[in-house]
Structure formats: C-alpha cells, structure tokens
Nanobody, 126 residues
Framework: QVQLAESGGGLVQPGGSLRLSCVVSGRTFSYYAMAWFRQAPGKEREFVAAISWMDIRTYYAESVKGRFTISRDSVKNTAYLQMSSLEPEDTAVYYC???????????????????WGQGTQVTVSS
C-alpha cells in the first residue's frame, strides 16, 4: 500500500510563493511518476504538473508554465511543487498523485495515477 501526504498549503497574497511537499511511503518512490492536480470550488479537478520517474521529464499545464516548478528527491521520497507569482485563480485544493503514465499525453490524465494524497488548501488572496 502506498500513502501520500501533502503539506505546505496556506494563505498567500497575490504575487507570493509557496512550496508544497508530498511525502510518499509504503513502496519504492523512485518507480512512480509523480503529479500535482488541483480542484477549485465548483470546478473539475485539473492537471497542474508532473514529473517522470526515470529521466526526470516534466510536464506543466499552460496556466502554470513559467510560474510553477515540479521536482522530486528520491532520497527523501518527496515530490515538491514550487509555486511563484501566485494569482487568485490558483486558489484550490492541491493533490499529489503517484502512478505509471505510459506516454507523454498520459501524464496529464488523472486516471493514470493510482495513489492520491488527501489534499492541501492553497488560498491566494489579499
């Protein structure tokens, strides 16, 4: 069984930064692709960013490209999402996920991820 635990959410002003963390336990972290999704009130869950397990390819939603950076530390079994230049539209519950996407486009699909964290709230407001 794999467990994911997010942390690092909170309230931040527009233009500010936050770093989310996702600690993975229960299985070998290195074999999983990791991703971040988010869900705002009244909206569908959407892809934010993903990172492959082997060659460290990264993928980003257009709305966060250039502002967010995904990374992973295999020694700490942790994935990160560094968020900068935050906007009110980034307000959402952020979820990390682990899985085995089998193609480039698959990284963007939530159905490719088998394990999910409980989510952490990010609120961008003045």
């Amino acid at each position: 069984q794999v467990q994911l635990a997010e942390s690092g959410g909170g309230l931040v002003q527009p233009g500010g930064s936050l770093r989310l963390s996702c600690v993975v336990s229960g299985r070998t972290f290195s074999y999983y692709a990791m991703a971040w999704f988010r869900q705002a009130p009244g909206k569908e869950r959407e892809f934010v960013a993903a990172i492959s397990w082997m060659d460290i390819r990264t993928y980003y939603a257009e709305s966060v490209k250039g502002r967010f950076t995904i990374s992973r530390d295999s020694v700490k079994n942790t994935a990160y999402l560094q968020m900068s230049s935050l906007e009110p539209e980034d307000t959402a519950v952020y979820y990390c996920a682990a899985g085995f996407p089998n193609s480039g486009s698959a990284y963007f699909k939530d159905t490719m991820y088998h394990y999910w964290g409980q989510g952490t709230q990010v609120t961008v407001s003045s």
